[in-house]
């Protein structure tokens, strides 16, 4: 129907019969010139949120909205603004400054590692095992074990995928045996 209709924008439901709607939403906007989709669902679901999102959709609305208030967001994306309903929105956001407030907590905790600590987590952030950070940093493996399990509980981080993850977040640039270079 967007090819043969060529709308300006379109209202995309996630939940349809032959196809869903964030695939559909994908191929629709690889046409060349794509109309603004917006998905109208009854899904107040975050991770459908950031995929339609991902997907290319101008905006994501529950069919719960007053049509009155849906009129008006259409055309505020058929303008070229991102509409979320309400309470996608308020939700995605107190979820996102939640969990930046636990990355920024952890990210402090990683000042209080010592220099060799330091060193371990940067291993850790390039995917090394115990074994190979034994090599490079010239430890034994059971050295590395005490080191990444102290570094586990100073980080509070349940694994050491976590505490890669969060290597990467001190400084998302710098790998290699030099450490993460907190300075």
Do not use: W
Not at 44 to 50: E, G, H, L, M
Not at 67 to 85: C, K, M, Q
Not at 115 to 143: F, K, M, P, W, Y
């Amino acid at each position: 129907m967007a090819t043969r209709h060529r709308p300006d924008v379109m209202l995309m439901d996630l939940r349809m019969p032959v196809v869903d709607g964030l695939t559909a939403i994908d191929h629709i906007r690889a046409l060349p010139q794509p109309p603004v989709i917006v998905a109208l669902t009854t899904f107040d679901i975050d991770q459908y949120v950031i995929r339609a999102l991902r997907a290319g959709a101008a905006g994501y609305l529950l069919k719960s909205t007053p049509p009155e208030d849906l009129i008006g967001l259409v055309r505020v994306a058929a303008a070229g603004h991102t509409v979320l309903s309400a309470a996608a929105a308020n939700r995605l956001l107190s979820n996102g400054i939640s969990q930046q407030a636990d990355r920024d907590h952890r990210l402090a905790l990683v000042g209080e590692l010592t220099d060799r600590e330091t060193d371990v987590l940067s291993c850790l952030g390039e995917g090394l095992s115990n074994a190979q950070i034994g090599v490079r940093l010239h430890l034994t493996e059971a050295t590395v074990k005490g080191h990444v399990s102290r570094i586990l509980i100073k980080l509070q981080c349940a694994n050491r995928t976590q505490a890669g993850l969060l290597a990467h977040q001190v400084n998302p640039h710098k790998s290699g045996p030099d450490g993460i270079g907190l300075g």
